[in-house]
């Protein structure tokens, strides 16, 4: 058990001071007691720079390697495509005993990337924030971010009780409420629940945009209609996302490929006009959405 | 020009007085001169009860074609599949000169559907009130449904063009802002504006519930992440639905094979590792959103 009173890391290193990686420094700096001493890694010097004139770190370096080495904790903040590589740049560094997490949206391809350059006496707990905005850099952080949103574990067959206490203390004193599941199993539920939902608001935007001139502009004026609500999600990174649908590429696919049979038996229903096929479905969209207002999630 | 300090119409008959029809009695009550005299015509005698006591309307009957005789304006405000069936109700019993109009989703099915039973000496202006809530029936109404909402119309070759006029100033009167558009252009543009995205939503909320159990649960747990915004639109009537998607069965067919095109090729893409293909997509999405933005539809 961690006591709250005290800092639950020493030195704190987070790699990547993007929106995630800000907002867990800026949480650290709100009096949280998440860490004594706050170090931000970007290969970026601009970004480095503005760290320092946000104040939301003791110190930031583009030397990964040099920041590995005094830390307690490193946390990488970085694209799913890349953790992989930033691992293999800090691990070398790291103290025995110190612990090693990333808060990539994917996490099964994240594990497969980092395991071949793990050490023994590093504990390695993966986590997945599951919170952001349409924004993105260092200045999109927000103290809050993370409060009442949840934050999954998914720790490996040997990762130590105590690095994962730790890690789930600090998402905790960020305000998030935990779970802890297999990476196999995050991989599908957040195939389904925003990996999917994404990808089909990217397509159905492109194919508006494809429309020929009059049409098109119309999608616009009348978006109040439903599209709209389809486009709020389409505004995220275009690079966050494509590694995302490339990271969690089994789990999506599988999940596109159900939404995909199902859309096209609503196409034969709809044809054949099987009315009652279609009431059916649409039946059960709204039990689902009776039970997340239950649920007070709507 | 309509005259804005006198009444539109004497006698305006709303048969359906749902969510649309009652926000038109509504309005007319709250002293925008829609008619100077409401009928309510409904087949539920409870329905025509609920109306009185809600007193949106001077009388309330069963009787559609005694409500008929009486009327200068007859709105129909049934579900799209219904609307020749009750067209051919009150057409004999108009008077000439009477206008005839309705409120469908779809317009080129309704007006196949009314055509036949249309009269050389009753003018019939096809319209489209662009709003809605998730709730039905005459408790459902709201005085402001159609306040600055679009109502689209689809007048025939042959529409007189007072009478277009009339039914123009109507909808003025509730709030709403007009266009003109063809019959066929109309169901093009609300298929991929409506239709489709309330088609995914319905879709995508059957494909999370046939999930295994545990997946099936954690989808409502975190909804949050995106699923739930494609939920908000999938609360709706599903009978309504139903007539829509079946009603305007070619121009939806036709953008959800389009849009099913376009989620195959990101499949594959993410299939193949097209990195270029999944940006460029996703970047078309943020467009479309960045649009809406500058023309503050979102």
């Known amino acids: 058990m961690v006591d709250d009173t005290a800092f639950i890391f020493d030195t704190l290193v987070v790699v990547g001071p993007g929106l995630i990686g800000s907002s867990v420094l800026r949480r650290a700096r709100a009096g949280h007691r998440l860490a ?12 480095c720079q503005r760290v320092m004139e946000l104040g939301i770190a003791d110190e930031a370096t583009t030397d990964a390697a040099a920041a ?7 946390m990488l903040c970085v694209p799913v495509g890349v953790m992989g590589d930033v691992a293999a740049q800090v691990l070398p560094f790291m103290r025995p005993g110190a612990v090693l997490t990333d808060v990539g949206s994917t996490k099964v391809s994240v594990i497969e990337a980092i395991s ?18 349409e924004f993105s850099g260092p200045d999109a952080g927000l103290v809050d971010l993370f409060e009442n ?13 105590s690095a994962i206490e730790a890690v789930r203390e600090l998402w905790q004193r960020c ?35 494809d429309l020929a001139g009059e ?23 275009p690079v966050m996302w494509r590694d995302i649908f490339l990271a969690n590429r089994e789990a999506l696919l599988e999940m596109l490929g159900r939404f995909m049979e199902d859309a096209q038996a609503m196409a034969r229903a709809i044809r054949w006009g099987d009315a009652d096929y279609i009431v059916d ?3 059960r969209g709204r039990e689902i959405r009776k039970s997340l207002i239950e649920k007070q999630q709507a």
């Open 36 to 47: 004594r001493r706050l170090i931000a890694v970007d290969s970026s010097p601009a970004v």
């Open 281 to 283: 479905r649409i039946e």
């Open 175 to 209: 305000g998030a409420r935990l779970r802890e599941m297999t990476p196999a199993h995050h991989d599908r539920v957040c195939a389904i629940v925003s990996h999917l939902p994404h990808l089909l608001a990217f397509t159905i935007c492109g194919t508006a945009d």
């Open 149 to 161: 949103r949840w934050c999954l574990l998914t720790p490996l067959d040997n990762t130590p009780a």
């Open 68 to 74: 590995a080495a005094q830390a307690d904790c490193v």
């Open 116 to 133: 071949p350059v793990l050490r023994a006496d590093v504990p390695y707990v993966p986590s997945h924030p599951m919170a952001g905005t």
């Open 215 to 237: 049409t098109r502009s119309e999608v616009l004026d009348f978006a109040a209609s439903g599209f709209r609500d389809f486009t709020r999600i389409a505004a995220s990174d």
